[in-house]
Structures are given as structure tokens and as C-alpha cells.
């Protein structure tokens, strides 16, 4: 195999979505439907199962994914081993919502920097809406954001999905079911993420869905805020299922409950900037969190 099919294959395999790779590879739907399988008829076997227009990797090509990201990026090693004796450490400017400053940023950076400790960078903390405006202004070179922003100036991989919850506090009318709908909270005054935000999107989204309007008694820009004023009543918020580690550190007496609506889940994705080429070191780190992500869903 040639790089260049390792670098498609790649793609297709964490997006598993035909159109949105080609697009990534600047290649026609069709060429990369014929490249693939042209690929499965010289392994002779399906590397994805087909469940109408989306691909889903199958056990063969998930062996295909691992020893090609293994071969990758053995060859960027090289590379980037290469660059560091003639060039002085890079820096990635990288953008990310409050919320994931409690666990997802921290992994990936602290992660990155066991394999590279000489890679410096520059984080910024803001609402969704701003760090892509900064991305596109190229002030930032990555955002880690949710949920995908629809600007087209933007290109997005997905990293993670997280479900979203109903946060009520201890001893609240619904505390003691094991989910709710979101309409059973329709009366309930809301908690909400400021304006700008992508959670506040959500929550608009799943709402008209539910065929109610939120009666908002706070706002605020962060989710840790959110939940320290449901623990003291002061309304209900929807909040995403975080990671382990982070939901230890929140506030206590609240009690969640998983949301059983349609589509009550966040996505969560690297953005950067549609069209532009990115530097071999933010490249990597990209890759780097690609394949983070897709080990942790891999683990289930």
C-alpha cells in the first residue's frame, strides 16, 4: 500500500463516512469509493460493514487501522525527530470550552507531551462561537469544541459522543427515576449556558423538540457553575455524562438522569480551519487525539 492509501484509508476509518473523507482528502466521493474498493479486492475482504450510506469499521478493518496508524506514524516520528535537530520547539495554539479543561484538554496535552515534552502550547479557554471565530481569524490553530459548528470556513472530526443528562437536585420530584424525558421537566425553571455556547444550542434544540420553551432562571459560562445552582435549587439543567475523573470533582447533591429523547447527545470534535494546511506539528497533535479518541471508544 502506498501512503497515500494508509492516509485515506485512516480517515475513512475514524470518520466512517464516505463524503466527509473525501472531502478531508480533497478527493470526489466516487474515487474514493473505487479506491476502497480497490483496497478490499486486493485484501480480499470488506474492511467496513455497509448499513446504508454509513460505514461502520469491522474487525478486519480495525487490524488494517491499527498497524497502518502504526505505520504512520512511525514514519512522523522520523520525521518530527528529524525537524526537532534543525528547528527550535513548536507551539500549538489550541482553543477548547471551559468544560473540557476538567479532563478531556488535560489528557490529550499531558499525553502528547510524554512522547514530545519539548512541545510548548498555548491554550484558551472560551465559548464555542468564539474560539471557532478565533480559529478562522487564525489566531488559533485547533479548537476542541461541541457540538459541530455549521460555519463553513470550518472543517471538524469527531472525537467523542457524550450523553446528555437532566441535572436535578436531591430530593427533586424526578430524582429518584432512572431517566427522564425532557418534557417531564417542561415546567421546571432552567439553568442554561449563556449565549454563544454550544450546550445552550443544545438545550434550545432538544426543547423545541419536546414542544416547550425553558423558563431560564440563571445563566452562566460554566458547567460546573450550572450544576452548584441545581445543587442549592435553584432549577434543573441539562449537562453532558462527563468523563469519570471530572464528574468526581463536581458538586454533589444533584442526582442525574439520563435523557431518554432522541438525539440527547453531544459531539464532541476537533475544528480547525477549512482549506488551510496545518504545520506538521499541529498536524501530529491532531493525529495524536484522533487516535486517543479512538482507542477510548474502541475500550468501550
Known amino acids: 500500500m502506498l501512503n497515500d492509501d494508509l492516509d485515506w484509508f485512516i480517515t475513512l476509518a475514524e470518520t466512517e463516512h464516505v463524503t466527509e473523507a473525501a472531502r478531508l482528502h480533497n478527493m470526489s466521493q466516487p474515487a474514493l469509493s473505487r479506491a476502497l474498493d480497490r483496497l478490499e479486492r486486493r ?21 488494517l487501522y491499527t498497524h497502518a496508524r502504526r505505520a504512520v506514524a512511525e514514519v512522523e516520528t522520523a520525521v518530527r525527530t528529524i525537524e526537532d535537530m534543525v528547528a527550535a520547539p513548536g507551539v500549538v495554539r489550541l482553543g477548547f470550552l471551559h468544560s473540557f479543561g476538567m ?18 502550547f498555548e491554550l484558551t479557554q472560551d465559548a464555542s462561537d468564539k474560539v471557532c471565530r478565533r480559529i478562522v481569524d487564525e489566531e488559533l490553530d485547533l479548537g476542541v469544541v461541541a457540538p459541530r459548528p455549521h460555519d463553513p470556513k470550518l472543517a471538524w472530526q469527531p472525537l467523542l459522543r457524550q450523553k446528555l443528562c437532566l441535572a436535578v437536585p436531591a430530593g427533586h420530584r424526578l430524582a429518584a427515576q432512572s431517566s427522564v424525558r425532557l418534557a417531564d421537566a417542561a415546567r421546571e425553571p432552567f439553568v442554561m449556558m449563556t449565549q454563544g455556547h454550544g450546550m445552550r444550542r443544545l438545550v434550545e434544540e432538544l426543547a423545541a423538540a419536546a414542544g416547550f420553551q425553558p423558563k431560564i432562571s440563571f445563566e452562566s459560562t460554566e458547567l460546573w457553575t450550572i450544576r452548584g445552582l ?70 468501550g
Open 103 to 120: 479532563w478531556l484538554v488535560p489528557k490529550l496535552v499531558s499525553g502528547y507531551r510524554e512522547e514530545h515534552p519539548s512541545v510548548n
Open 43 to 63: 485484501l480480499g475482504t470488506r474492511l467496513f460493514d455497509r448499513h446504508g450510506k454509513r460505514l461502520a469499521l469491522n474487525q478486519r478493518g480495525r487490524v
Open 230 to 299: 441545581v445543587a442549592t435549587g435553584l432549577g434543573v439543567a441539562l449537562i453532558p455524562l462527563e468523563d469519570e475523573e471530572a464528574s468526581g470533582l463536581q458538586p454533589g447533591n444533584v442526582a442525574v438522569l439520563p435523557l431518554e429523547d432522541a438525539g440527547a447527545e453531544r459531539e464532541v470534535g476537533l475544528v480547525f480551519k477549512s482549506g488551510m494546511a496545518l504545520s506538521g506539528l499541529v498536524q501530529d497533535f491532531k493525529q495524536f487525539s484522533l487516535q486517543w479518541a479512538f482507542e477510548r471508544r474502541s475500550r
